[in-house]
């Protein structure tokens, strides 16, 4: 089975920048897609940044223009660059595998904006 850890979370002001890590121990370049998705206190977790195979991607309207999403298959990793962090983007961040008939998920890092 396919299991994901995240990394790079942490504490950071706001204007800054962070650059999440989300490396599978199983093949990326076989997913149908890989996403990163949020989850703030007391909010439904929410959809991020999306990539598929064929490396078309997809933004939150919130994120956009901010947030970068990048898969290196070689690497079986997928990053979540973050610039211009904002205290509205705290939140646990969790890396997702879509394949064919199985979803996978990791166990999150967590992000915090704040001066």
């Known amino acids: 089975q396919v299991q994901l850890v995240e990394s790079g979370g942490g504490l950071v002001q706001p204007g800054g920048s962070l650059r999440l890590s989300c490396a599978a121990s199983?093949?990326?370049?076989?997913?149908?897609?890989m996403g990163w998705y949020r989850q703030a206190p007391g909010k439904q977790r929410e959809l991020v940044a999306s990539?598929?195979?064929?490396?078309?991607?997809g933004y939150a309207d919130s994120v956009k223009g901010r947030f970068t999403i990048l898969r290196d298959n070689a690497k079986n990793t997928v990053y979540l660059q973050m610039n211009s962090l904002k205290p509205e983007d705290t939140a646990v961040y969790y890396c997702?595998?879509?394949?064919?008939?199985?979803?996978?998920w990791g166990q999150g890092t967590q992000v915090t904006v704040s001066s």
């Open positions: 990539i598929s195979r064929y490396r078309s991607t």
């Open positions: 199983g093949s990326i370049f076989s997913a149908n897609a």
């Open positions: 997702n595998a879509l394949y064919p008939t199985d979803e996978y």
